[in-house]
């Protein structure tokens, strides 16, 4: 991969910064319901949902796994049960391997760096600070009840930023989606899932940000 033509980097936090995305199906089966069964139906579920907005995996969890509509302020409810539980979850959850040594070399660099995540901005900045993540990232863009096209798309018109001088790391096709609609280089993040397995046009996958230091930037293995 040339890196001399990128000027902004873009992640996504679950699954490519934060090793959280299995504490979060945890909590959005524990935001529906205390029955195990049913919980870890929800927790199968939401583990092919990768990419996907936070509104759009609560509809889906109602519509395949309790299949009955919303009641009345069900939906509010359950999103407001999982902001609370996910924010813990990813409170939690550890740093993935390579995570800070990559966003320090690319700010070396003077690259751009953005976190855009699905998560609500101030639960985001919150769980980024308190993984002292913040000072290694130059813009921090949250989500909500739309798709991480819309948000990607978003964030490249307001700040001007020219797809063909980004990158984007994501884990999950939702991620590719959003990167292909946007016509951004996407870094493909898989720790062995075969997420990406038939996907073309796509830069990895790499098993982590340390991989793809260790080959793209020839940074050091962990330990080394």
Request: proline share 5%; hydrophobic share 40%.
């Amino acid at each position: 991969m040339n890196l001399e033509k990128i000027e902004v980097s873009i992640f996504d936090v679950n699954g490519v910064l934060l090793d959280s995305n299995l504490a979060n199906a945890r909590a959005m089966a524990e935001a529906f319901t205390d029955d195990p069964v049913v919980r870890e139906r929800i927790v199968l579920l939401y583990l092919t949902l990768t990419g996907i907005d936070r509104g759009t995996k609560i509809r889906a969890m109602q519509e395949r796994v309790i299949q009955r509509p919303f009641t009345e302020r069900e939906f509010e409810l359950r999103w407001e049960r999982f902001k609370s539980l996910g924010a813990s979850a990813m409170h939690r959850a550890p740093l993935l391997p390579g995570c800070k040594e990559v966003l320090a070399d690319l700010g070396r660099r003077g690259l751009t760096r953005v976190a855009l995540s699905n998560t609500p901005i101030v639960e985001l900045r919150d769980v980024l600070a308190s993984h002292t993540l913040e000072p290694l990232l130059d813009l921090i863009r949250g989500g909500g009840d739309w798709p991480k096209a819309q948000s990607l798309a978003r964030l490249l018109q307001e700040y001007r930023f020219q797809p063909e001088h980004c990158l984007f790391f994501g884990d999950g096709k939702g991620d590719l989606a959003a990167a292909r609609l946007a016509e951004v280089v996407f870094v493909a993040i898989d720790p062995g899932t075969g997420e990406f397995t038939g996907e073309e046009g796509l830069e990895g996958p790499y098993r982590d940000l340390a991989q793809w230091g260790e080959r793209v930037l020839g940074m050091k293995p962990p330990g080394r």
